[in-house]
């Protein structure tokens, strides 16, 4: 799982104030199909991002791994089970668990907020500082297109003659 998706997901909490177990498990994108899909998940837990509702208000598994493979078991139907470690882990599905979000992930959220409108002013800057650049480069190559025009008028130097002396000039 990206940051992004972990960033869609937690605002995703943040919005409903709180989502069930196996709605949040079925967002999280199973590449490899194992625990290891929802080590990030499991990490936002840990990292105290996400709350969960278990009865004695412990935190929902001892470490990142033992997260990860509980949450795969959420993803897993009743009825059906995997293994890890030598160990059958029997699916559950319709466990009544509900996550939250914590103040801890409302903090975060308002960190990627003012992340991004840094990014985006910067970039603002950019295109601005770009912006003048090519106005002052079109301005000044105007500028002194117009004078030579109007010193090569006032001398009355035939074309010819100017390119004559421009070659000559090139020359030395």
Request: net charge neutral; hydrophobic share 40%; aromatic share 6%.
């Amino acid at each position: 799982m990206s940051s992004m998706l972990n960033e869609v997901l937690l605002r995703e909490i943040a919005q409903r104030g709180e989502i069930g177990g196996a709605e949040l498990v079925q967002k999280v994108d199973r590449k490899i199909g194992d625990h290891t899909d929802f080590y990030s998940l499991a990490a936002m837990v840990h990292s105290g991002y996400i709350g969960a509702n278990t009865a004695d208000n412990s935190r929902f598994g001892d470490d990142v791994q033992e997260t990860a493979v509980m949450l795969r078991q959420l993803s897993t139907p009743r009825g059906q089970s995997f293994q890890f470690e030598d160990l059958t882990r029997e699916g559950w599905s319709d466990f009544p668990i509900t996550f939250f979000i914590t103040g801890d992930g409302v903090l975060k959220l308002e960190q990627l907020d003012e992340k991004n409108a840094a990014k985006l002013q910067k970039r603002k800057d950019y295109a601005v500082s770009a912006g003048v650049a090519i106005l002052a480069a079109v301005l000044s190559s105007t500028a002194t297109h117009v004078y030579s025009l109007s010193r090569d008028a006032k001398q009355k130097i035939p074309i010819c003659q100017q390119q004559s002396i421009k070659s000559t000039i090139q020359q030395k």
